[in-house]
Each structure stands twice: as C-alpha cells, then as structure tokens.
C-alpha cells in the first residue's frame, strides 16, 4: 500500500498536543459517520496506532507526539493514490488549526 507522511510542527506542551491529538480521531469520526467505519485506536505513551474504513477502503497508521511536532504515517488505500497530494495538505491544515 502507498504511503502517507506528514509533519506538523506545534509550540504546545507535548501533553496538551497529544490530547488534543486523542480527541481528534473521534471528532473526525462523529463528523463523518456516513463515510468512517471501525474506527480503532490504541495508545501507549506518545505515540497511537490508528485503523478505519473510510468509504469501504482500510486505513492505517501511526501518530507520534513529539516535544514539537506530530508525525503521522499511514498506509493509504491504493484509489487514493491519485489525491495523496491533496489528502496531505489537508491533513496539514487541519493539523495546524488543531494545534494553533
């Protein structure tokens, strides 16, 4: 599967970047229940394993909460391929909104 990394640089306290982070998947999710199914994500410390099905097509990855940045890698379905460039900048919008 194709691969998603994205960097987004933040200046909170790594604590309060990584709850923010936590809270996110959920909000995507009651935002977009028509679209997202079988959201799963698992913590341990600083750094979550995510999963989804988004419009039937799996999901994956990992997000790491650094001292000054978030790190997400994903695995991403390969008819996505086409809008990688656009998932990435939304991603990385969303990301500095959510950490602004």
């Not at 790594?14 to 994500?41: T, W």
């Not at 999901?59 to 650094?66: D, E, I, K, P, W």
């Amino acid at each position: 599967m194709p691969e998603l990394n994205v960097s987004i640089p933040h200046q909170l306290p790594q604590e309060e970047a990584l709850q923010r982070v936590k809270s996110l998947l959920d909000k995507i999710k009651s935002q977009h229940d028509d679209k997202i199914s079988n959201l799963r994500q698992e913590w341990n410390g600083n750094t979550g394993l995510f999963s989804f099905l988004i419009m039937g097509f799996e999901v994956s990855g990992t997000l790491t909460v650094q001292d000054s940045s978030v790190e997400l890698a994903s695995d991403i379905p390969l008819p996505a391929v086409l809008f990688k460039g656009k998932i990435k900048s939304v991603i990385e919008e969303e990301g500095k909104k959510l950490l602004g």
